[in-house]
């Protein structure tokens, strides 16, 4: 079965960096806009970041612009998630979705991964 997995997650201060990664297998990864999501706990599953299946374009929710990079590599299967500047308000169990058509909602995405922990304390 398709399968995404995530990885990258953990505990950082304030300030600092994680880079997540999705790696993706059983589905074409090229053919499929990548995204991520998060969710904090007790609030709804929110966008964050997408890219498009060739890479050209990417978007980003106001409040991780110009601090999160989406990025990936076909040859590889594989969707990054570069946070710097972290800010405890990140804090959020972060999601890889792949979908054919890259939206800030959720309900277009295909498939999701379990998620990955993201953890900024103060």
């Known amino acids: 079965q398709i399968e995404l997995v995530e990885s990258g997650g953990g505990l950082v201060q304030a300030g600092g960096s994680l880079r997540l990664s999705c790696t993706v297998s059983?589905?074409?990864?090229?053919?499929?806009?990548m995204a991520w999501f998060r969710q904090a706990p007790g609030e709804e599953r929110t966008f964050v970041a997408s890219?498009?299946?060739?890479?050209?374009?990417?978007n980003y929710a106001d409040s991780v612009l110009g601090r999160f990079t989406i990025s990936r590599d076909n040859s590889k299967n594989t969707m990054w998630l570069q946070m710097d500047s972290l800010k405890f308000e990140d804090t959020a169990v972060y999601y890889c979705a792949a979908g054919g058509v890259a939206t800030t909602g959720t309900r277009r995405w295909n498939y999701w991964g379990r998620g990955t922990q993201v953890t900024v304390s103060s």
């Open positions: 890219i498009t299946r060739g890479g050209d374009t990417t």
């Open positions: 059983r589905l074409r990864f090229n053919a499929y806009a």
